[in-house]
Nanobody, 115 residues
Framework: QVRLVESGGGLVQPGGSLRLSCVVS????????MAWYRQTPGKRRVLVAT???????NYEDSVKGRFTISRDNAKNTVTLQMNNLKSEDTAVYYC?????????WGQGIQVTVSS
């Protein structure tokens, strides 16, 4: 059973930073695409960043230059470093593991950017 557990969320002031972590058990991340999504109330879940098996990242336009996705295959962990946070980054953030078209999601973690 593949399980993803996110951590590192919380409340931060605008301009601040947070680092989200996603620890995966029950399946290796090395051959998988890993991603972070976010969702706000009443809206669909949207892609924030991806990291392919080759480690190359891709970002949604609004987070380019502020967010960095990285992966540690040895620790089976993917992180999302979020800098210069804005109020519009407030959302529940979800970690995803995708392999052979099978998706596994974490439970989600709240990030709130507010003064």
């Amino acid at each position: 059973q593949v399980r993803l557990v996110e951590s590192g969320g919380g409340l931060v002031q605008p301009g601040g930073s947070l680092r989200l972590s996603c620890v995966v058990s029950g399946g290796a991340i090395s051959p998988a695409t890993m991603a972070w999504y976010r969702q706000t109330p009443g809206k669909r879940r949207v892609l924030v960043a991806t990291s392919g098996p080759d480690g190359l990242p891709n970002y949604e336009d609004s987070v380019k230059g502020r967010f960095t996705i990285s992966r540690d295959n040895a620790k089976n962990t993917v992180t999302l470093q979020m800098n210069n946070l804005k109020s519009e980054d407030t959302a529940v953030y979800y970690c995803l593991r995708r392999y052979w078209a099978r998706d596994y999601w974490g439970q989600g973690i709240q990030v709130t950017v507010s003064s």
